[in-house]
């Protein structure tokens, strides 16, 4: 007899856009793509809510999970069985679904208050990062809901790359030392800068310092 996995959860679908036009390549061991700025006019990040009709919550919160996502983890009381623990956002579930891969879907056991997430969709050859798409950002509020995040292979050049890895940062300011401006500036324009800095120049300090600063997580998929 099949068996049919049911847990106790809720499934959200969140999405909010930053766009990103420029493309870099990144020594895996120094995460950074992304796009355009200039030393000292470094862009605000912009994201849009989830409209009300976004979130899927069921009534009594059992929920079949998604056939797309029953091969991973997922924790039914929002306590236990989160299968990857970091630094920057705690312990997680994370899944990239089997019929999109354009699907991500997360689960995090300590939501930020009042604060996005955001992942970026990469590609991972020859130890070398490729940012592929624009960071989509959610907004997560329980431990028990698994949110699921539709991101985009919208990078110019690297629209056909397969999706192997994110990377996932809060949007929350942070202060980098040199040679980055002496001032609080948000996690995923830092990134941006440093990746343009590195793809415009070949200056690589800009992206050094945002690695050193350990304000993001590198979640590579399974093959």
Known sequence: MKTILFIVLAIALVSCVETRNRRATIDSKSINPISESTRNDIPPAISTPPSSGDELLIDGGTLKVPEEIAHCSWS?????????????????????????????????????????????????????????????????TDPKTVYKVTVLKNRSGYSSFDITGVLIMLDVPYYFSSPYPQQPIMLPDAYIHCANWLDRYGDSSYCQVFDEAQQFVYHKFQD
């Open 76 to 140: 039914s009381d929002g306590e236990r069985n989160f299968k990857t623990t970091t630094t920057h956002l705690g312990e997680y579930n994370i899944c990239q679904g089997k019929n999109n891969e354009l699907d991500i879907y997360v689960q995090l056991k300590t939501p930020p208050p009042n604060i996005q997430t955001c992942m970026i969709p990469v590609y991972d050859t020859d130890n070398k990062v490729i940012y592929i798409g624009e960071p989509r950002c959610f907004h997560a």
